[in-house]
């Protein structure tokens, strides 16, 4: 069975007293508890019940805020096993500071930069000053730099991010779930519902590569995580995900995907089926391509 690394993996405490729900900024309300936990004792179980050898906590922003304790404790507790990916404000100047701290005493191995207001269509969040520091701590501490972008999003984000990947090109830099239309998330697909829109997948054989991620061609820093979110837009679509993942080797390489799988916040499928399709979506690579996207990618990236 191929040996995974869950790049994405999110936790939620059952312990509501120690680790509260956090808002962002204090201007925002309390985000509201989710109905599920993920312990980090259940996720070291399914881990184990399931061939996956090192997970990346991705901070679950939208309950805990910049409040990263609880990925913190995990990795305390499963040291070189587990291993936090960090939201911090960007324009905070003590930000990198602190993020500094937190790679030197705390086993973090990377930031995640999220807008908490996604629906303004800024780039302060990623490209101000302050923003531009982190960028450059991140670069100089060797860790991974990961990206969190919603669709409407795209058309200008994209070509920063490839303006600023062009200045570090030694920081691995991480779009999460792909940044392309079939990482549309479940939260976007209800928003274009509501208003009216019918969404529509962009067919084989680019899948909406060619107007989207492209530009990455030659940015080799820049890589792509594939998670359970784009499973599901493959699975609305009736599309084969192992022919999208075979089609972003071909236009980029077998050493820039890797796969999360998004446990945590997407829960339509259980650990043992998200493990299941991260393998099945490999079925049209070689033993080495699969070695790469399911795992040592991964490895590389995270220094392990």
Not at 41 to 60: K, N, P, S, T, Y
Not at 144 to 170: E, G, H, K, S, W
Not at 190 to 204: D, F, I, R, S, Y
């Amino acid at each position: 069975m191929d040996k995974l690394f869950d790049t994405h993996a999110h936790l939620i405490a059952d312990d509501w007293t120690r680790y509260q729900a956090r808002p962002f900024t204090p201007d925002l309300p309390v985000p509201d508890r989710p109905n599920y936990s993920v312990t980090v004792d259940a996720l070291i179980g399914m881990m184990d019940a399931h061939h996956v050898e090192r997970a990346c906590l991705v901070q679950r922003g939208h309950v805990y805020g910049y409040d990263n304790s609880y990925i913190l404790d995990a990795a305390h507790e499963h040291p070189g096993r587990l291993h936090p990916v960090v939201i911090l404000d960007t324009q905070d100047p003590q930000t990198p500071a602190l993020y500094r701290e937190m790679v030197r005493d705390h086993h973090c191995r990377g930031f995640r930069m999220a807008n908490a207001r996604p629906w303004l269509l800024d780039t302060a969040w990623m490209s101000s000053p302050a923003a531009m520091e982190v960028w450059k701590t991140c670069a100089d501490l060797g860790t991974p730099m990961t990206m969190i972008m919603f669709m409407n999003q795209l058309p200008y984000l994209l070509p920063l991010v490839r303006i600023i990947a062009r200045q570090f090109r030694d920081l691995p830099i991480l779009l999460d779930h792909g940044a392309m239309p079939f990482g549309m998330t479940q939260y976007e697909v209800k928003l274009a519902e509501e208003a009216g829109e019918t969404v529509v997948m962009p067919p084989a054989p680019d899948f909406g590569i060619d107007r989207t991620i492209k530009i990455f061609e030659d940015v080799p820093n820049v890589h792509f995580k594939i998670t359970e979110i784009n499973f599901e837009r493959c699975v609305a679509a009736d599309v084969r995900a192992a022919r999208i993942v075979r089609r972003m080797v071909d236009s980029f390489g077998p050493d820039r995907l890797v796969w999360g799988s998004d446990i945590g916040q997407s829960m339509r499928w259980t650990y043992a089926e998200k493990t299941r399709m991260a393998r099945e979506a490999a079925d049209f690579l070689s033993p080495d391509e699969r070695r790469n996207v399911l795992h040592d990618n991964a490895a590389r990236l995270y220094s392990l």
